[in-house]
């Protein structure tokens, strides 16, 4: 509203206000747009099935998003850093996964973990030092650094399936509590940690500086090389931590388990409306891309829509995201 009154008595151009007033709801719309998108695809999915919106099939879903959800908090996090997007994301998984498994006979699965998890955050260093530092291609650098990791992590298995052996930990992460799935509270947390850390830590604003202007940032005191490392090493350390919960939960691990987690988390952030130029966004956002993302595919599952459709529409659904942000950033008056 601010907007609207300085614009119409700065210039006092008749017509003013009311081009202000498009500014101002196009600025709203991605606010509003993505609650309205899930109610909607709630309508559909039970009118479509009466199976959909059963209290089993939406605990399915957020079971089935909560590992994916844990990476999409750090692809955030890069995304508004103008990071572009983080690919060694498969790489940094099957690290976690495999790690934790591969360890987990000889000194218990807690510290597996956490070495796995440290592993993780290894790989995330080296991107951020190339990245932050170096200023090398985000998206070059990821893929190096996801082909080296992923080497490495089938040379140390001899590029066999690795098997747990802890059962415990399995039905422990598989449990409930409250009736709540273990691994949706995990996810929570992890959520909430990360949205508080963007929100109100001088990291957070630190991570906005970065994504909105570059330069302005490089010439003020904000550490522009380091607040952009940080983001990928946190991305690394919560691949390798979705790494973990994975390999925990199915006890087996392979190379590859972690491909495709990385196009899921960028078609969740950008469905989301985190645009790739940086500076805006939330973790709340993106996690709405995500569940937006998960009802549509469980609504295409339940309609017996087969898995190459189901790409197609994926693939659609982020060049639609995108084309909507390059027009409502036209609209708001942004670059």
Not at 218 to 234: I, N
Not at 245 to 256: E, I, W
């Amino acid at each position: 509203m601010s907007d609207t009154r300085l614009d119409t008595t700065a210039t006092g151009v008749p017509g003013t206000s009311r081009v202000t007033k498009a500014n101002l709801a196009a600025r709203i719309a991605p606010l509003i747009g993505m609650p309205l998108g899930i109610v909607l695809l709630l309508v559909v999915g039970a009118l479509l099935s009466d199976r959909f919106f059963t209290l089993g099939n939406l605990v399915n879903v957020l079971i089935n998003i909560s590992i994916l959800g844990v990476i999409v908090v750090g692809m955030a996090l890069v995304f508004i850093t103008r990071g572009l997007a983080d690919l060694s994301v498969p790489a940094t998984v099957a690290v976690g996964a495999i790690l934790t498994l591969g360890l987990q006979p000889a000194i218990g699965t807690v510290p597996a973990a956490i070495v796995a998890i440290l592993a993780a955050l290894a790989a995330g260093c080296v991107n951020g030092l190339l990245i932050g530092y170096a200023r090398i291609n985000p998206v070059i650098t990821t893929l190096a650094v996801s082909t080296i990791v992923l080497g490495i992590a089938q040379w140390s298995v001899g590029g066999v399936i690795v098997y747990g052996t802890d059962k415990a930990a399995q039905t422990f992460l598989n449990g409930r509590v409250l009736g709540i799935p273990i691994i949706v509270i995990v996810f929570l947390v992890v959520a909430v940690a990360g949205h508080l850390m963007l929100s109100r830590t001088t990291l957070g604003r630190w991570i906005y500086a970065a994504g909105s202007n570059p330069d302005a940032t490089r010439a003020s005191a904000v550490p522009l090389a380091r607040t952009r490392a940080s983001a990928f090493v946190l991305t690394a350390g919560l691949s390798g931590l979705a790494g973990v919960l994975l390999g925990v939960t199915l006890q087996t691990a392979r190379p590859g388990i972690g491909i495709g987690y990385e196009f899921d988390a960028i078609t969740a952030v950008v469905v989301g409306g985190i645009s790739l130029l940086g500076g805006s966004g939330s973790i709340p956002r993106a996690l709405g891309g995500l569940l937006f993302v998960a009802l549509l595919n469980n609504i295409l599952v339940l309609q017996g829509v087969p898995t190459p459709v189901q790409g197609i529409a994926k693939g659609l659904l982020i060049v639609g995201a995108v084309s909507l942000d390059i027009y409502l950033r036209r609209k708001g008056g942004r670059s």
